[in-house]
């Protein structure tokens, strides 16, 4: 089981308001925004706190 389509719709970057994409193959959701945080996605959930992305 992935991330959900409809949820990867609806999700935008916390910190910069960017549009994110999903990386299945490394289980990362990154923004395309300003920012280009990579946020970790565990158990199929994605985990979208500031504290927990890797920052470019």
């Given at each position: 089981?992935?991330?959900?389509?409809?949820l990867?719709e609806?999700?935008?970057?916390?910190n910069?308001?960017?549009?994110?994409?999903?990386?299945?193959?490394?289980?990362?959701?990154?923004?395309?925004?300003?920012?280009?945080?990579?946020?970790?996605?565990?158990?199929?959930?994605?985990?979208?706190?500031i504290?927990?992305?890797?920052?470019?």
């Amino acid at each position: 089981m992935a991330v959900s389509e409809r949820l990867l719709e609806i999700l935008i970057c916390p910190n910069c308001h960017g549009e994110v994409v999903y990386h299945e193959q490394q289980s990362i959701i990154e923004c395309r925004g300003e920012c280009r945080y990579r946020y970790p996605v565990r158990d199929d959930i994605p985990v979208m706190l500031i504290d927990e992305a890797e920052k470019p």
